[in-house]
């Protein structure tokens, strides 16, 4: 059995009490316009996730990792592992934007 020595590689996730202490972070939001001008992350970048997918190249940060979020960090998940398989450096912040609401954190407008 040669390919049980090969595992996959996990997603790194980051919570987003993680994320607010990092300061020079790249973080794509992958939901659709209308949801991201409802409130987001200050400093994050709107990238759909059909746009994000079919030109990742023209949007990740070539020199450090990116972390993906979307609502509830079921779709980041995906993308990430999706990326991760193409050989870009992504993570996941776990539970997304949910998360936000949750711990009263703010938001951008």
């Not at 994000?52 to 979020?69: A, C």
């Not at 609502?71 to 776990?94: A, C, H, M, P, Y």
């Amino acid at each position: 059995m040669f390919f049980k020595f090969f595992k996959p590689r996990k997603t790194e996730c980051i919570d987003i009490k993680e994320l607010d202490s990092i300061s020079d972070i790249d973080v794509i939001d992958i939901r659709e316009q209308a949801e991201y001008e409802q409130g987001h992350i200050e400093g994050s970048r709107n990238i759909p996730i059909r746009k994000l997918l079919l030109e990742p190249m023209r949007y990740l940060n070539q020199s450090g990792k990116s972390f993906i979020i979307c609502q509830n960090g079921e779709n980041s998940t995906r993308v990430v592992q999706i990326l991760n398989k193409e050989g870009f450096d992504v993570g996941s912040v776990s539970q997304g934007m949910d998360a936000y609401g949750k711990e009263n954190l703010a938001l951008a407008d």
